[in-house]
Structures are given as C-alpha cells and as structure tokens.
C-alpha cells in the first residue's frame, strides 16, 4: 500500500502548521488538487532555504496534484516585511528581471506535461491594472485590523524603533489576494509556504473563506536549522545560492559534503528523493562507519545533481578530489576552478613570483620561513607535484585553465593563485 503523502511529509520533517489535518486529508483523499508556492524577486536568485518549498510542491506534483508556481512580480515590488527594518524597494524594471531568472531556476524541477502538469504565474497579471478604490473595496474590506497587526512579524515591527511602513504592513492583502486570484482562476485549494509564512498563509484561505463562502487550506514546513538549533543555509561566504555563477556548483556541493553527522539525515529527507529504506540504510552507515562520510557524499551528489545536473556534480567530485591530489588537475576547465577559487579563496599574483610568495598570500603558511620549511620536510606542491625549490618561479608553464596553480601543503592546506602577466 503506498504511503499517504501527508504522512511520507511528516516523516521527511516537512509538516510545521496546516489549517487542518483532517480536512486537508480528505481533500487530498478526494481527488488530484490544484496547490500553489509563491516566490518574490528580492533578489537575483532563489536560495536553498527556497528549495525546500520547490522540493515539496514536487512532492505533491508526484503524487498527482496540479502545481501552479508562483513567482511574484507584485509583491516583489513591495516587499514581505522582515522581522526587522525595512526592505529597500527595488526598481520595477529589476524585479521583472528577478522574475524570469526566478522562472528559469523554478522550471527544471516541476513537469509541465500531462494531466497534473505544472503552471507558472505572475501576480503582476491580475495586480497591474487594479486601482486602489478596487483593492480597498473589493478586496480591503474583508480583512480585519486587528487580525492584520496580530500577525508576528507585523506585532514584532510595531513593538520596534523602527516601526513598520504602510506598504509592507500591506503584504499580507496582497498575498491573500493571490490565493484569492488563483482559486477564482485554476480551483486552486492549498498553499504550501515556510512556517515564517503562515500569517500570509493564513491571509489567504480567510480571505478565500469570506470572499467565496469556500474552505480552502494552507500547509507550512519548518524552517530548517541544524541539530544545535543554529541558522542552516550559510557558509563564511554567505548565502548558499542556486545560481550557478552566485554559488558554484563546486561550492555547492561542498556545502552538503560539510553537514555534520547530527544532521545529514534530516537533510537526506527533506532534499532529496531518496526512499524511506535508502535513508535509513545512511542513517545505519552514520552510527556505525561514520568516518565513510557516505550520507554526506550521498546527499551532497543528490542535491547537487538536483539544482546543477549530474555533470556539474560530477565536475565538482572531480576537482574535490583533483585539488588534494586524487586526480587529474589538467582536466578542470576555467568555471570549475573558477568556483573552486570562490570556496577556497583564491588570489592574484603577478607571473614570476616564487613559490614562496604564493603560499604565503594564498595563506597557506603564515610567513616566508614557514613556507621554506614547508619546501625542505618536502610538504609543498604545485599542482600535485612535490617542490624542492624553494626559488621556484611560477610562471605560464605552470598555469591550469584560467591562470589558475593550485598550491598545497601536506594532505588538507589547499589554496590557488591567478597569476597575470
């Protein structure tokens, strides 16, 4: 017997608050529905905390419920309030260019074929043209003052110096009026969204309710944290994007093969497809062979392969290995070199600086006579090559793709160096 889709999602951790259990059961139990995720524009790319909002949309699109993806060109304009100060309100003709990239990133993971296929809006569609007479009567009287300012984030901004501006004390009626706007078009019954979401969640199926008489339903997942309750989905770089050219593949995948152990299993879950029995035959490898690291190679693979396809995961296993002297360092092109400098921090040097200077400014030692002991015990390399030089001059025969040499000393110090001419 297949397992409930509701039940498969609060074994993956990804179940905060719904409207009802009971009555989204028997909806789901009812027939395929119509669900929705939005996404705002506030900046150029989505990230991986909105990956886990794509994931379980793809969720319910596999279990035979129709997706609309939602990518908002309205409120994007307006901004979700934060729980603290104000958004800056960017140009109209940028946010428009966040929301095809956005498209672009959401697209891949959704099927847009057969009975349950996917559909992409824009709120900007059935917003542009609206008066403000229009939103406040036909849209501003079902929604009640108190209620409004009862909601976290807007209370919390209330209590603060900074207060909160009219236009994103608003977000909420703009985001109700989505759920509103969808059901009215597409039948539209549930929407799915982070559980620092549910106040708009909740905007929505209220003003669904008052307006068509008609219970609809919401469904909120937790925000993901790691298993000592600190933020998840920053590195010392920051935020660990899905753009390629914003975080690279390479970076990407290292951020997954660097999650704790106390951890790997519930990310397994919630960002990957793998079965309840593959998971679980990780979590056995974790307690008993933790130092194979295989749940984290396994999801570090999963998720990079999800967001960057197979060969961008293949490339950044490649240059993990190749950059501490497991393989081939000749066979990594510029881009992947070029995120691997990213991560590790890469420099520039002029061509004709000695091997000295480059593991010093690439902080590979901390001074000229630790780099010249480094060379001596035998510990330095250049491209995986051992050196004895320690008046090595680095120049065009040494250089990767790019201007890049790779400096190492011993087994883990890894830094690279663009030389120039």
Same mark, same amino acid.
């Given at each position: 017997?297949?397992?409930?889709?509701?039940?498969?999602?609060?074994?993956?951790?990804?179940?905060?608050?719904?409207?009802?259990?009971?009555?989204?059961?028997?909806?789901?139990?009812?027939?395929?529905? #119509?669900?929705?995720?939005?996404?705002?524009?506030?900046?150029?790319?989505?990230?991986?905390?909105?990956?886990?909002?794509?994931?379980?949309? *793809?969720?319910?699109?596999?279990?035979?419920?129709?997706?609309?993806? @939602?990518?908002?060109?309205?409120?994007?304009?307006?901004?979700?309030?934060?729980?603290?100060?104000?958004?800056?309100?960017?140009?109209?003709?940028?946010?428009?260019?966040?929301?095809?990239?956005?498209?672009?990133?959401?697209?891949?993971?959704?099927?847009?074929?057969?009975d349950n296929a996917a559909r992409m809006v824009n709120n900007y569609e059935w917003t542009k043209d609206m008066s403000a007479i229009e939103l406040l009567r036909d849209?501003?009287?079902?929604?009640?003052?108190?209620?409004?300012?009862?909601?976290?984030?807007?209370?919390?901004?209330?209590?603060?110096?900074?207060?909160?501006?009219?236009?994103?004390?608003?977000?909420?009626?703009?985001?109700?009026?989505?759920?509103?706007?969808?059901?009215? *078009?597409?039948?539209?019954?549930?929407? #799915?969204?982070?559980?620092?979401?549910?106040?708009? @969640?909740?905007?929505?199926?209220e003003l669904t309710r008052k307006a068509e008489g008609v219970s609809v339903h919401a469904l909120s997942t937790p925000l993901i944290t790691k298993a000592d309750g600190?933020?998840?989905?920053?590195?010392?770089?920051?935020?660990?994007?899905?753009?390629?050219?914003?975080?690279?593949?390479?970076?990407?995948?290292?951020?997954?093969?660097?999650?704790?152990?106390?951890?790997?299993?519930?990310?397994?879950?919630?960002?990957?497809?793998?079965?309840?029995?593959?998971?679980?035959?990780?979590?056995?490898?974790?307690?008993?062979?933790?130092?194979? *690291?295989?749940?984290?190679?396994?999801?570090?693979?999963?998720?990079?392969?999800?967001?960057?396809?197979?060969?961008?995961?293949?490339?950044?296993?490649?240059?993990?290995?190749?950059?501490?002297?497991?393989?081939?360092? /000749?066979?990594?092109?510029?881009?992947?070199?070029? /995120?691997?400098?990213?991560?590790?921090?890469?420099?520039?040097?002029?061509?004709?600086?000695?091997?000295?200077?480059?593991?010093?400014?690439?902080?590979?030692?901390?001074?000229?006579?630790?780099?010249?002991?480094?060379?001596?015990?035998? /510990?330095?390399?250049?491209?995986?090559?051992?050196?004895?030089?320690?008046?090595?001059?680095?120049?065009?025969?040494?250089?990767?793709?790019?201007?890049?040499?790779?400096?190492? *000393?011993?087994?883990?110090?890894?830094? @690279?160096?663009?030389?120039?001419?």
């Amino acid at each position: 017997m297949t397992e409930h889709l509701l039940d498969e999602l609060a074994w993956r951790g990804l179940i905060s608050q719904t409207t009802g259990d009971d009555a989204l059961r028997e909806a789901l139990d009812a027939g395929p529905i #119509t669900l929705y995720c939005g996404f705002d524009p506030t900046a150029p790319s989505l990230h991986i905390g909105n990956l886990v909002q794509i994931l379980t949309v *793809r969720r319910f699109q596999l279990a035979g419920h129709k997706p609309l993806m @939602l990518v908002g060109g309205a409120t994007g304009l307006i901004g979700d309030p934060k729980m603290a100060g104000e958004r800056t309100l960017n140009p109209v003709e940028v946010v428009h260019q966040w929301v095809e990239r956005i498209r672009g990133q959401i697209e891949p993971f959704m099927s847009f074929e057969g009975d349950n296929a996917a559909r992409m809006v824009n709120n900007y569609e059935w917003t542009k043209d609206m008066s403000a007479i229009e939103l406040l009567r036909d849209v501003g009287k079902y929604f009640r003052l108190g209620t409004m300012i009862a909601k976290d984030t807007v209370a919390r901004r209330l209590n603060s110096d900074e207060g909160i501006s009219y236009t994103e004390f608003s977000y909420q009626v703009m985001q109700g009026m989505d759920f509103l706007e969808l059901y009215r *078009r597409y039948g539209c019954t549930l929407q #799915t969204g982070g559980s620092d979401q549910w106040g708009n @969640l909740t905007s929505g199926t209220e003003l669904t309710r008052k307006a068509e008489g008609v219970s609809v339903h919401a469904l909120s997942t937790p925000l993901i944290t790691k298993a000592d309750g600190t933020k998840f989905g920053k590195t010392e770089s920051g935020t660990v994007w899905l753009d390629a050219a914003m975080t690279s593949p390479y970076a990407f995948y290292q951020f997954w093969l660097n999650q704790a152990d106390a951890d790997v299993i519930s990310y397994l879950k919630v960002f990957t497809f793998l079965t309840r029995e593959e998971i679980e035959a990780l979590e056995v490898k974790v307690a008993e062979e933790p130092f194979r *690291r295989e749940a984290q190679r396994t999801l570090a693979w999963e998720v990079t392969s999800l967001v960057h396809g197979e060969a961008a995961a293949q490339g950044a296993v490649d240059a993990s290995q190749a950059l501490f002297g497991r393989g081939e360092l /000749g066979s990594l092109d510029e881009a992947t070199l070029g /995120g691997c400098a990213q991560e590790l921090g890469g420099v520039d040097l002029p061509s004709g600086a000695t091997i000295v200077e480059a593991l010093v400014t690439a902080g590979i030692v901390e001074s000229n006579s630790a780099a010249r002991r480094a060379i001596g015990d035998g /510990g330095a390399y250049v491209n995986n090559v051992r050196v004895d030089d320690a008046e090595l001059v680095l120049g065009a025969d040494h250089t990767l793709a790019g201007g890049w040499v790779v400096v190492r *000393r011993g087994k883990k110090s890894v830094g @690279l160096v663009r030389l120039s001419s």
